[in-house]
């Protein structure tokens, strides 16, 4: 299967606002309000987020983005610097590409498109304590869990290791 991320664009948006209402995305993408608001301002106020559709062989299937962790104004890194912290969010809303490998690959990818900003030296992501699926994808992707942060962390220094 050919695993792609591409821009996000408004055309997507139909697709992406079912997908945060099917049963195996709700729990962790809510409120679903929030992440339209900021889709839909991703030329505005959310415009430091990198916003893309994964897609299979062509066919659309997920959603995932890329940003600067310290442009957020969120607090759980920890005792992580904020200098050259990026951080990710991923779905898979096509189910019959769960469990497939889609998730990896798309994560593999994000991970080299942050990477390509000079600035990154690391990438953070805390999935849900009880999101199980996602903290597997994340260390099948190469991430290793910070149990001192409570996190997952990839360091720029080990993709070359």
Request: contains cysteine; proline residues 5%.
């Amino acid at each position: 299967m050919d695993i792609r991320i591409r821009p996000f664009e408004d055309a997507d948006l139909p697709r992406f606002t079912h997908w945060l209402t099917v049963a195996h995305v709700v729990p962790w993408y809510t409120p679903a309000g929030d992440w339209l608001s900021e889709v839909n301002q991703r030329h505005a106020a959310f415009s430091f987020i990198s916003h893309f559709i994964i897609t299979a062989d062509g066919v659309p299937i997920g959603f995932c983005q890329h940003y600067p962790y310290w442009r957020s104004g969120e607090d759980w890194h920890g005792n992580i610097p904020l200098a050259g912290t990026y951080s990710i969010d991923y779905m898979i809303g096509e189910q019959a590409y769960l469990r497939k490998g889609c998730g990896a690959a798309a994560i593999r990818l994000l991970t080299r498109d942050v990477f390509a900003s000079a600035d990154a030296q690391r990438i953070i992501v805390q999935p849900d304590d009880n999101n199980m699926a996602s903290q597997k994808v994340l260390l099948k992707a190469g991430y290793a869990f910070d149990a001192e942060n409570g996190l997952f962390i990839l360091h720029r220094e080990d993709l070359s290791a």
